[in-house]
C-alpha cells in the first residue's frame, strides 16, 4: 500500500472533537443562575475547613439510560425546561470508574450537544470526582459549545427510581452545587447523528475502544488516507482492523481537534454525511473533509472518510500528494 507523506502526519484525520470540560458547563448562551457564589464553601473565615462528605461509587448502574427530567441549586429550581432544555444519560462502567454520556438538546436555540463526563472515586475517603472529558457541539458556535466547568466533586445517587447527579460549585448556580434529575428509560437505539458526535467525542480522547465499539462486528473503514498499490482508498475491515487503524492513529499526533460544520443526508436514509473541519500541530491549516456513516440497528456498518482540501503539512511548501 502508498500512504501519504509523511503518513504519521495525516493518520489523524479519521474523525476528532473537541475536548470540553463538565456535563453541567453552561450551554447555548445560559446565563449564570443568580446567588450567592459558593466557589469557597470549604473555607471558614477562622481558617478551618469544613469536612467534605463522604460517598461511594453507585453501583449496577453500567448500561442504563436515563431521561432528565428536572435540576435545582442549593437556594432553589433551577428553569432549563422554559429554554426547550431536554437529555437523554446513558452510563457505562469504565473499569472503577463511570462513564456518563449525555445528549442534551437546547430546543428554543436549535443547538444539540453531546458531552462525556468521567465520575471517578476519590483517593481518600470523600465525594467523587466529576470530570468532563470531552464536548461535541452542533452547530459548532460559541453559543452552543457553552462555557466549560473544571473538574469538580460531587455525586452520582439513586433517590428511588431516580438517578441523581450533583456537582458542587457549578457555573450552572453562580457557585451553588447544582442536582439534575433523571428518570429510567427504555434502551433506544442511537440515532445516526448521536453516533457522529460520540465518534467524534472518542476520538478527541484518544480512546481507541470505544471508537472501535460504534462499528458493528463486520464494520469497515473506507479512507483516503491510506491508498492501496492501485490508488484506491483502503478498506479496513471488521472490528479489529478498524481498533488497529485508530490504535495507530492516535499515537501519531498528541492533540487533534475537529469541528462539525453540518450533516446532511446521505443517499440512503440509513447513510449521514458529516462535514467537519480538522486540525493537529503537524498541519499548517485546518483540513476540510467529509465523513459518510452508513447506520444499521445503531451501529455503523461502514464510514467513509473523503477529503475535501489537501493536507497541508508544516514545514512543507506545497500540500502533500501520494
Known sequence: ????????????????????????????????????????????????????????????????????????????????????????????????SLLL????????????????????????????????????????????????????????????????????????????????????????????EDIARRYVAHYTRGDARRVTELFSTAGTLLETITTTATGDPYRHEGRDAVYTYYNETFAGAPWRAMRITGFEAGATPQQTVMRWEYMDPRLQQPLAGRSIFTVAAGEIFEAQLLLDTQPLIVGASAPATP
Request: include cysteine; charged fraction near 20%.
Open 101 to 192: 454520556t449525555y445528549d442534551q438538546v437546547y430546543a428554543n436555540e436549535g443547538c444539540v450537544v453531546t458531552v462525556l463526563q468521567t465520575v471517578s472515586p476519590p483517593p481518600a475517603p470523600g465525594e467523587l470526582r466529576m470530570e468532563e472529558v470531552a464536548r461535541v457541539a452542533v452547530p459548532s458556535t460559541p453559543e452552543c459549545f457553552g462555557q466549560p466547568e473544571p473538574p469538580r466533586p460531587g455525586e452520582v445517587r439513586r433517590n428511588g427510581r431516580n438517578l441523581e447527579v450533583l456537582v458542587q460549585r457549578s457555573r450552572w448556580c453562580n457557585g451553588f452545587e447544582v442536582t439534575m434529575t433523571y428518570e429510567p428509560s427504555l434502551p433506544t437505539l442511537l440515532t445516526n
Open 1 to 96: 500500500m502508498t500512504r501519504l507523506s509523511p503518513s504519521s502526519a495525516l493518520r489523524g484525520l479519521a474523525l476528532v472533537g473537541l475536548a470540553g470540560a463538565t456535563s453541567f458547563a453552561l450551554g447555548c448562551g445560559e446565563a449564570p443562575h443568580t446567588g450567592v457564589d459558593e466557589s469557597s464553601d470549604l473555607d471558614t473565615s477562622g481558617g478551618q475547613t469544613m469536612a467534605p462528605r463522604v460517598v461511594e461509587m453507585p453501583v449496577g448502574l453500567g448500561g442504563t439510560q436515563w431521561r432528565w427530567t428536572g435540576a435545582s441549586c442549593t437556594e432553589g429550581p433551577l428553569d432549563l425546561a422554559a429554554r426547550g432544555f431536554s437529555a437523554n444519560l446513558r452510563v457505562e462502567q469504565d473499569g472503577e
